[in-house]
């Protein structure tokens, strides 16, 4: 059974950084799909970065040139290094990987930046 934790999340004053992991297990896959969401309170959930099964990356307006995705495929997992992070920033962030065709999402990780 194919399970996705996140891990990471916290508590940073703006400008500050964290990086969120996201640990896959219950597959023999190492290159797969991932996506990072996030979900503002009132808010729709929002992809804010993806990386392919080839390791192309793509990013949303919104956090290109302060977030990077990577991934470890040893480990199996995604990383979310978050740079220059501002209150608007804050919200639940979600991964999301796809392995033969079908999505699993982990349970996400708070992040709030606030002075």
């Known amino acids: 059974q194919v399970r996705v934790v996140e891990s990471g999340g916290g508590l940073v004053q703006p400008g500050g950084s964290l990086r969120l992991s996201c640990e896959v297990s219950?597959?023999?896959?190492?290159?797969?799909?991932a996506g990072w969401h996030r979900q503002a309170p009132g808010q729709r959930r929002e992809l804010v970065a993806s990386?392919?099964?080839?390791?192309?990356?793509a990013y949303d307006e919104s956090v290109k040139g302060r977030f990077t995705i990577s991934r470890d495929s040893a480990k199996k997992m995604v990383h979310l290094q978050m740079n220059s992070l501002e209150p608007e920033d804050t919200a639940v962030y979600y991964c999301?990987?796809?392995?033969?065709?079908?999505?699993?999402w982990g349970q996400g990780t708070q992040v709030t930046v606030s002075s």
């Open positions: 999301k990987v796809t392995l033969d065709f079908q999505s699993y």
């Open positions: 219950g597959t023999s896959i190492s290159t797969y799909y």
């Open positions: 990386i392919s099964s080839n390791d192309n990356e």
